[in-house]
């Protein structure tokens, strides 16, 4: 990673002394006046409101890299000798230009981000928030279903290797899933992973080290256009090490569309249902003793006061009560049955062997047909590993460029891509919710077809990074509320809009993601919804996204109504504001997919409806990747049923094969 300047740092210094802002004694009288406190904590906050981001400025060059721009201030001085007043103006104004927002999001969300995840941030006290799971992360904590460390092979080990059966290329849902399937009917398989293996005993359940250990890149993946924020995982286990333990099948008419639309007679057959039906016995899912933390209770208030319908969300813990709002950094209890607990665990039983710390440049590829991969095992050594059959499923993002850099070129691979376009709305309550502790999601509403609500674990660097920066004292006055926030999000399902992914030979990633006008403004209606159902449910804030929209706040002695005229008036305010690509801070969108599509010929797809690539025999791709379109729920479940389908078409082809 290219290093910083001194120049370079002494701005990033000021920006963070901007974002996070020492207060003027005036400010800090607001502040400690807005905020009810005990005696203890008065100190705290006098502290915070003293607290200057730029104070770990080291920390934040080392996670940004050297990118950026540090121009267009409207200053003749350096942006670094401004006033504070001065510096807070000029970034203010960009969040209003159109061709400077992308500068605003770059020095706001990223920094607030780093700032509050640190694990010793001066504003947790100040907050009363422990900034870390403080049972669970106890040196001599025991996990509660503790399982057995599977073990990883060395360059030595692989050395005595000479070939496999088989070789997966990832351990998430896809991965995993295949791994443990090939290895039952007698493969030799070998399964390798980009990023580390940690047993449940190794998992750290806080912001900073979750993050830097267990993301692709250890930081969230923003799209080129800087709207959108996506999560990628590199870990052992992939996406389902950190997943929030939704467990969902995807309804009929997704089902329908995949396959009368596209073609795919799969996910029509009774076999898709007895796929989807395995998988929800492997991983244990059930909605057996749910126990709905503040968050939760609090969208089902609004929602069966407005008559919204909402459910309980299935989980794979097999059904045991799970009240851990950490999970999202890897299960300390060996609860969530993610891939690394479950059929990885199966794949070793079988024989399999594991390689982590190992990425993946290319296939090898010998008369038409997959040979092996060329690999650096352990983010070192290039070395080819050979095989019969080699399946990838390294995640929507990196699977293109995998495919690609072996010389593939069927047109649909990097394109079609889907997600799960979200917008996210703040109700701030009376008295502290906790949105940190407790289970994650356990409950859903679903206002109208497509368009689903859930809420977000409550964490400092999470909830501080999604929203509009608005200023030194007003981000500080929103941050000491951080217990009294419920993070409520619009998650579209079902939707027509698409992206592209872009993969370079360096391994460098970046993807592009248009909202069509139609989802737009779907979204938008969800955005009205969720206002009301954190309204009815009791919010006395509620803030949006939205940089050209105030927070609206209903006064200490005004009755919180869905009806309240100003309410109302701001509610259509916020309608006719929209969400414009140059009027927001970020999209969350989680749930990439369809980046290397099923279809019926190359034209329609990049992969055959086996999982077999049109141009290269043998290798197959088994994740995400796969979806002709968008699942409509959370894929995990998908993901899974559909890696079933494909090592099934490996084996038929073996025995198709060995028959001949």
């Known amino acids: 990673m290219p290093e910083f300047t001194e120049s370079q740092i002494k701005v990033l210094a000021a920006i963070a002394d901007t974002v996070v802002a020492p207060l003027t004694e005036q400010e800090e009288s607001v502040l400690a006046d807005g905020h009810p406190t005990t005696a203890m904590q008065t100190a705290d906050v006098s502290n915070y409101s003293k607290y200057s981001g730029s104070s770990i400025v080291s920390r934040i060059a080392d996670r940004l890299g050297a990118d950026g721009t540090f121009e267009l201030t409207g200053h003749c001085k350096e942006f670094a000798e401004l006033t504070r007043p001065e510096r807070e103006a000029v970034m203010l104004s960009w969040q209003s230009s159109p061709e400077l927002i992308g500068l605003y999001r770059m020095f706001t969300s990223p920094f607030l981000a780093i700032i509050y995840s640190h694990i010793n941030c001066p504003a947790y006290p100040a907050m009363a928030y422990e900034g870390c799971d403080p049972i669970r992360s106890q040196p001599d904590y025991q996990a509660t279903h503790p399982t057995e460390r599977l073990p990883m092979l060395t360059r030595e080990d692989l050395s005595k290797i000479q070939r496999f059966d088989a070789i997966i290329v990832g351990t998430g849902a896809g991965g995993g899933t295949c791994a443990a399937e090939l290895a039952a009917a007698g493969l030799s398989v070998l399964a390798i992973e980009k990023g580390s293996y940690y047993h449940e005993s190794e998992f750290r359940p806080n912001e900073d080290e979750g993050v830097l250990r267990l993301f692709d890149t250890g930081a969230p993946l923003v799209s080129e256009d800087g709207v959108i924020q996506s999560i990628i995982i590199s870990t052992f286990g992939g996406a389902t090490t950190v997943n929030f333990s939704a467990s969902l099948k995807p309804p009929h008419n997704i089902r329908e569309k995949w396959g009368k639309d596209h073609g795919i007679s799969y996910f029509l057959s009774p076999q898709f249902a007895v796929d989807l039906q395995r998988v929800y016995e492997r991983i244990g899912v059930s909605t057996k003793n749910i126990k709905h933390n503040g968050a939760n209770q609090l969208m089902r208030d609004g929602c069966e006061k407005l008559g919204y319908s909402f459910f309980d969300v299935p989980r794979n813990t097999s059904g045991q009560s799970h009240e851990c709002n950490w999970c999202i950094y890897g299960c300390r209890d060996g609860v969530k049955n993610g891939t690394m607990n ?81 917008t996210i709305v703040y109700g701030i309550f009376d008295e502290p919710v906790n949105s940190h502790e407790g289970a994650i999601i356990t409950a859903m509403a679903e206002v109208r077809d497509g368009i689903r609500f859930m809420t977000l674990p409550g964490h400092a660097g999470l909830v501080q990074s999604l929203l509009p920066w608005r200023g030194s004292l007003k981000h500080k006055q929103f941050a000491l509320k951080l217990r009294h926030v419920v993070p409520l999000l619009v998650f579209m399902c079902e939707n027509d809009s698409s992206g592209t992914v872009t993969s370079k030979p360096d391994g460098e990633v970046s993807f592009t993601y248009t909202l069509s006008q139609r989802d737009r403004k779907r979204l938008e209606r969800g955005l009205d919804d969720n206002i009301q159902i954190l309204c009815a449910a009791g919010a006395r804030e509620i803030h949006t996204v939205q940089t050209g929209i105030d927070p609206f706040v209903f006064g200490k002695d005004e009755e919180i109504r869905t009806d309240n005229t100003r309410f109302v008036a701001w509610r259509e305010k916020v309608l006719a504001y929209g969400l414009p690509e140059n009027g927001i801070s970020t999209h969350f969108a989680p749930h990439p997919m369809g980046s290397c599509r099923l279809g019926v010929t190359p034209v329609a797809g990049a992969t055959k409806p086996t999982g077999e690539t049109w141009e290269v025999e043998n290798l197959y791709v088994a994740d995400a990747s796969l979806f002709p379109a968008s699942t409509g729920v959370n894929p995990m479940v998908s993901i899974e049923a559909l890696a079933i389908h494909v090592a099934s078409n490996i084996i038929s082809s073996i025995k198709d094969f060995s028959a001949k």
């Not at 190992?358 to 040979?371: I, N, P, Y």
């Not at 499923?393 to 990196?398: D, E, F, K, V």
């Open 342 to 422: 479950t059929w990885l665990h199966d794949t070793y039983e079988y024989g399999a062997k594991f390689l982590d710390r190992s990425q993946v440049t290319r296939v090898l590829v010998q008369d038409g047909k997959a040979a092996g991969v060329e690999c650096l095992v352990h983010g070192k050594t290039k070395t080819n590993i050979y095989a019969d059959r080699v399946v990838i499923s390294a995640g929507p993002i990196r699977t293109p460029g995998i495919l690609t850099n072996s010389s593939l070129t069927n047109k649909n691979i990097g394109r079609n891509m889907r997600i799960h376009p979200t």
